[in-house]
């Protein structure tokens, strides 16, 4: 995968290469290219933004330097296609950022990032480059950033972490909270290694037993108590197909049913008055 970020502030991006995306770079899994857009500007100030038309306090990220930096970086190598780049714009008001998203992102051979400063990009850029690839706006929680630096590396780790080669295990992402898959819309339960006893606490006694079909179960259910918990409206949002007999077993324990009413409403499970045993 080619990675390419386009920023005022190079240096924040740093990060890319230490850890699993620094060896990825090392090991040719990943290019990561770093730009500075102020390289595509001609005044003495190094000017990339401007006041908002319609007024309103802050300013805007301009199109001119913009439009410049990326013709230049999609020039090199730019092909429709099976090369063909995705725009990548992190924005608290694109699509939230998902495993699912990460996962397809992953797929794709080349990504663009514009991370912005101030109020945004004239949004003329996006529609422009539109024209040409994909965009996708994305957001990677409810809440502002000072820039977009922060989500860039937020979304590169999720997405590089997938590509085959950068984990040590290639089924380690396989169980991960939200994985495609049996823990789809659910949050993996706890994890223990050595030793057995610390402080007082065990681990749990299933998880010595070498039984491999209880352990599974076991973690099983521990991934529905945890997201029962704490993000109870992920079970809401789940398929009752996507539960077999003993899940449904300990949804019921948990206080929860199917919610024949609440499809419509993009619901499918609602709260009961159970009690946990």
Known sequence: MRLDVVTIFPEYLEPLDVSLVGKARARGRLDVHVHDLRAWTYDRHHTVDDTPYGGGPGMVMMTEPWGEALDTVLADGYEAGSHEPALIVPTPSGRP?????????SERPWLVF????????????????????PVYEVSIGDYVLAGGEAAVLVITEAVARLLPGVLGNA???????????TMANLLEGPVYTKPPR?????????LLSGHHGKIARWRR??????????????IERCDPKAFDKKDRETLAALGWEPDPEGERYGRFWRRVDAVEE
């Open 97 to 105: 950022f998902t495993q699912e998203m990460a996962v397809e992102l």
């Open 114 to 133: 514009t991370p912005a400063r101030y109020e945004g990009i004239d949004r003329r850029v996006f529609d422009e480059y539109a024209t040409r690839m």
């Open 171 to 181: 089924e380690s992402h396989r169980d991960d909270s939200f994985a495609p898959g």
């Open 198 to 206: 610390w402080r007082g606490r065990e681990i749990p006694e299933v």
């Open 221 to 234: 259910d521990e991934a529905l108590k945890r997201t029962t918990a704490v993000r109870p409206d992920l």
